[in-house]
């Protein structure tokens, strides 16, 4: 592939870092990461520019200027920024100081004459390609984009000076927030349900799967977001989570796209449906026609022999 001379990237989340680090460096000649907050984190890039510490009175927001200044002097041909709230802001925020636009959401990015970048549209049901003929371009990335490297130490740390915002946002409190703490992008099994489960007592068969294979429990948005059964970390496709295991089970699920693209990369896809025109049996490696309340039961006998 192409590569471009310098890349860069703005992450605020380890994780996110370390997937951005590792596709700079299939895109660019070097790479370099910005980074506020804990020093020790921030390796993988040939440079890291630390901007400085993370608390309630410096938050990542209070950081663009500084940003804008070293993107403007070091003129990176390509921005890589983590898809989060602050992120997407910082993409925005940068972008506008640049002159351009950002390219939002990219789950593809090409080097070809430029940057082109990819994004899914339509609730997932289709794909919109974007270039981009800015001298830096600045483009969000979805989660699961990159695969994580091993990172090496970072070769070169240059701590960034402090430039003051004109207004700066003050964050006030913090707070844990209430709910589980599930990471399905980092699950190698994922056992998901569906509305085929009539009633929250039901999931129990697929949590008992799911433990017997050493599998995380995903669902469909309407599990966690209309039967509130599951929370809304577990919820799987275009506005959940985008997994990527090494196997799916779909369980009492019909196959939307919304749904399907969050488990499009997954190695191994079985599906267990009652209905054998089911969408998802489709898009399966392994399919199962039968009413779950059967199927489980059958499954669990099995693996416990
Ligand atoms: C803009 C937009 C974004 C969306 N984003 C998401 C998203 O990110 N994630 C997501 O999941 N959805 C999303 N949706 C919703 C999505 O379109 C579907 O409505 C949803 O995924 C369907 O969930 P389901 O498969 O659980 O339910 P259903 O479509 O109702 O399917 C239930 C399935 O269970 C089967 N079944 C019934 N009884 C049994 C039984 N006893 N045993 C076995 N099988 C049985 C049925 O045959 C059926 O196929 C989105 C929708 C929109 C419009």
């Known amino acids: 592939m192409n590569k471009l001379a310098k890349v860069f990237v703005i992450a605020e989340h380890m994780g996110a870092m370390q997937e951005l680090v590792s596709g700079a460096a299939q895109l660019g000649e070097s790479t370099a990461l910005v980074w506020a907050g804990d020093k020790g984190q921030a390796v993988g890039a040939d440079t890291v520019y630390y901007l400085g510490e993370l608390n309630n009175d410096r938050i990542l927001e209070h950081y663009a200027p500084s940003i804008i200044n070293l993107v403007k002097t070091e003129q990176p041909n390509l921005v890589l920024v983590e898809s989060s709230r602050k992120g997407r802001l910082m993409a925005g925020t940068l972008a506008a100081a640049l002159g351009t636009s ?19 549209v339509y609730g997932g049901a289709a794909l919109s390609s974007e270039r981009s003929s800015a001298p830096t371009t600045v483009a969000t990335v979805s989660p699961g984009v990159f695969e994580t490297a091993a990172a090496g130490k970072a070769a070169n740390l240059v701590e ?86 090494e ?45 779950l309340k059967n199927v489980l039961p059958a499954l669990l006998a099995q693996l416990g022999k």
């Open 247 to 291: 196997l799916y089970i779909g369980i009492g699920i019909s196959g939307q796209v919304q749904h399907m693209v969050g488990v499009s990369s997954a190695r191994t896809i079985v599906a267990i449906n009652s209905d054998k025109n089911a969408l998802i049996f489709k898009q399966c490696d392994y399919g199962i026609v039968g009413d």
């Open 102 to 120: 950002v390219l939002a959401d990219a789950t593809e990015i090409i080097i070809d004459n430029g940057v082109v970048t990819k994004r899914m």
């Open 160 to 245: 960034v000076p402090f430039v003051a915002p004109a207004t700066s946002v003050k964050c006030r409190e913090r707070k844990t927030k209430a709910g589980e703490s599930v990471n399905l992008r980092a699950a190698k099994r994922i056992v998901a349900v569906g509305r085929g489960f009539t009633a929250p007592e039901e999931l129990k068969l697929a949590e008992q799967l799911a433990a017997a294979i050493g599998a995380e429990v995903g669902c469909t948005r309407p599990i966690a977001e209309e039967e509130k059964w599951m929370d809304k970390a577990r919820y799987i496709g275009v506005s959940g989570v985008m997994a990527k295991p």
